[in-house]
DNA sequence: TATTGTTATACTCTATAACTATA
DNA sequence: TATAGTTATAGAGTATAACAATA
């Protein structure tokens, strides 16, 4: 699979690429014992993103709306972001990073990127200019 | 997180880009009622590299081999795959892909990629070229 | 009635630890 | 003893369906 060409032939090698490595992803969690990928990612929304509605978080990480209230909860708990009513409209909750949040997420960040960064900077030049507008590219088909 | 710059930059605008997409790629399964993605993925390895020990399977999708113990059990109950006891060494289980096996993997495949196949197509030939690239890319970042 | 979010529930994937059988 | 695989078990992540509260 050197040269996939006609579109299926490039989506049906991606696909397992993406699995595999995001398989990878989800295990470098072993090597910081604080938060699992999936938080990290909703973490990852509200650092961009700033205060949003819950159901904001989920559709930017492609999650139904319990599936992050699941999350969310966890976070709370931990006390790395907060939940609170909207002003305007109480049926959200708008939820925010806190100041701890925000510095767990970016040591853990540091952390967790560890093994990827490292096989990232084994990469030629070439390689990596390929790979960083891919990146862009992958979010663009995502959606 | 238009351009990255450094390895660690390039890792954390990466990873969850990967990861929102395999997300999207798992639920795929809806609308083929047949296979998951996992199981998908270990039949891919068979295709590709024909009967082999089910630790070989286990190594190349990057699990542990209870994991693909588990996937391959499903596969054998659905008559996708063999599993014989290996004759020089008998504590191998080999296993193989069946023509029924064969047959449903491609036909999945074909199913399954539709939606890929589709945010693929609305690449330009820029895009699509860069992507092509990154494949390559993305496997041997995984190892 | 429509929308936002939560609760309840179930299933898949994956791992680690302990075990069996063979080498 | 070492290796290949399986069994047992546990936990995370995700979804759908049903519900509550608000608009």
């Not at 398989?23 to 700033?50: H, I, K, N, P, Y």
């Not at 999350?71 to 100041?99: F, P």
Request: charged residues 30%; proline residues 3%.
């Amino acid at each position: 699979m050197a040269e996939p060409r006609s579109n299926s032939e490039i989506a049906s090698a991606l696909r397992p690429a993406v699995l595999r490595l995001s398989r990878r992803l989800r295990q470098m969690r072993d090597e910081s014992l604080d938060l699992s990928a999936t938080q990290l990612g909703a973490m990852g929304v509200l650092f961009r993103g700033g205060e949003m509605p819950i159901g904001e978080v989920a559709a930017q990480e492609k999650v139904q709306p319990p599936s992050m209230t699941r999350t969310v909860n966890c976070l709370v708990d931990a006390g790395l972001v907060t939940r609170t009513a909207g002003d305007t409209d109480r049926r959200q909750s708008k939820v925010k990073l806190t100041e701890t949040g925000r510095a767990i997420l970016l040591a853990d960040r540091r952390r967790r990127d560890a093994w990827l960064t490292t096989r990232v900077a084994e990469l030629s030049a070439e390689e990596k200019a390929v790979l960083r507008q891919a990146i862009v590219i992958l979010e663009k088909v995502n959606g």
